[in-house]
Every structure is written in C-alpha cells, then in structure tokens.
C-alpha cells in the first residue's frame, strides 16, 4: 500500500500562490472565488467543485485535469519496480506526528551501506542497521532541515562515519566528520556510483543523491507537488525541470515524504509540470 501523497489539494494551491508571490486575497480577486472558499479549501476544509478546480488551476498556472485528480485522491504513483542497481530500505519514521522517510542503501556488490537522510530517528536507523547487519560508511544529507538531519550525533556515535551536505546549508549539530558536496561530486558506496545533484530552492543548499536510475531528492519534489519554496521559487521549479526531469522518465525518485514516484508519473500527473514539460 503506497502512502498518501504528502500534499493535499489545499497545499498546492498555498504552494502555486506562493509562486506568483499572491496573497489568498489575490488568488480571491483573480478567480471570484470568495476569499472565505479559498482559506477553507487551504485549510483541507474545503473541496471545490471542478468547475472551481478549473478557474482556480488557470489563474495559477496549474493543470486543471492533474489537480481535478489528486483533489479527488483519484491518482497515486505506480509504485516503481526496485532497481537493480542498489538495496533500499525505506524506513517510515516520524519527527513528532510528522511522516518522513528515510533510506538505508546497500551495494549488491560489496554489502557497503550507507543512510540517506535521518528522519530525525537515528534510533529507528541503528535497530535497522543492525537487523540488516549493516555498519553504514557515510551518511548522505540532502538538506539540514531536523526532519532530515535530526539526531546525527547518535548516527555519529553508532556509525563513526562521515556525514554529507552541501555548503549552502546551515551547519547540523553532532557530526564529528562533516564533509561538504557540490553538484557533480561523485562518491562512493561500495561499487556504486553516487553522484551529486545540487537541486536548491527548497533550501539554499538542498542536494539530490542519483545512483543509477534511483534519485532520493529530499524535499525538492513531492508525488503530486513540490517542496516548500523556503529559499527560492524559481529556483525550485528550475532544480526539478532542469535537473530532475532530464533523467530518463523510468527513473525513480524518492521523496523525503510521500510515497515514491517516478520523473515520467510526474511529468504526466503533477499539476505544476503537467503539459510543460
Ligand atoms: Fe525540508
């Protein structure tokens, strides 16, 4: 059973606002929908009728039939096949009520292992570690944010590993061997190639982690939407449809919340890149 996706109808017309720097009273002006409608339907409230979805998807750059979709939680992604190119364990964790996922991956090869991203539950990572009886060699953070990299002072401890992160973020507390990524960097889990995708906009340093045709891509895009624009819309927009949608549409990507989709289920059924890309 996938899980639900990460945001509701409500969050991406908060998020598509944000976009075009609108207040709900702007999106209120420019669709003559009451300002009341439009704080109910952002606060899950609310579900408009599709003749609403339609005035509320043209004012904000969206596509009416994708959003109609996930508005009446008529379309989830295909959960993708596992690649053959690595071993992954999602672990489904929580930061308080919060879901977030976090991954342990594996070489086939060599049995190396590493963590990407800690779902601010580095005890939920050490029981599965050792369940696997793995001993991870590095942990890969794709941005700074507690949900994400949470609790690495126990990881540190457990692991005596490296950490990875790129220089834009804002420093996590409690790796004794923090190390910093730019785009393009290749490191090395066993025989797997990891290569670095700098994807900001999320955050000012939010990175993706590409082994073969497997992205885990933080909080850069979500099944159904995209991050929260914290650093940079634009920005944002640009690290998924020129850097993520460029790899092949089979590819895999795996969310720090939300299930797990694929560049060509996005590219056909998310409402901001649907008919764009
Ligand atoms: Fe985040």
């Not at 393009?184 to 906009?201: A, H, I, R, S, Y």
């Amino acid at each position: 059973m996938p899980s639900p996706l990460e945001d509701e109808l409500g969050d991406i017309l908060e998020k598509a606002r944000d976009g075009k720097n609108w207040s709900p009273k702007d999106l209120a002006a420019a669709t003559g929908i009451s300002l009341h409608a439009i704080q109910k339907m952002e606060r899950y409230e609310q579900v408009p009728a599709d003749a609403e979805i339609g005035v509320l998807a043209k004012a904000l750059d969206l596509d009416a039939a994708a959003l109609r979709a996930i508005a009446h939680e008529a379309w989830s992604p295909a959960p993708p096949q596992d690649d053959p190119a690595l071993d992954l364990i999602c672990l489904n964790v929580y930061m308080g009520l919060y879901p977030v996922k976090c991954y342990l991956i594996r070489c086939p090869e060599t049995g190396e292992s590493a963590v990407v991203d800690t779902g601010a539950s580095p005890d939920a990572i050490i029981q599965k570690a050792k369940e696997q009886k793995l001993k991870p060699a590095k942990i890969l953070l794709t941005h700074a944010h507690p949900d994400h990299a949470g609790g690495l002072d126990k990881l540190d401890r457990a692991f005596a590993c490296p950490a990875f992160i790129h220089e834009n973020e804002l420093r996590p507390r409690g790796s004794r061997d923090l190390r910093f990524v730019e785009d393009g960097d290749v490191l090395e889990v066993g025989n797997m190639k990891v290569e670095v995708v700098f994807t900001p906009g999320h955050t000012a340093g939010g990175v993706s982690y590409r082994i073969h045709d497997t992205i885990f891509s933080g909080d850069c895009i979500f099944a159904g939407s995209m991050g929260r624009a914290n650093s940079s819309w634009p920005g944002l927009y640009r690290s998924i449809t020129q850097r993520l949608f460029t790899y092949p549409d089979a590819t895999r990507l795996h969310p720090g919340h939300g299930p797990a989709t694929t560049v060509g289920e996005e590219k056909r059924h998310n409402p901001f890149f649907r008919g764009k890309v």
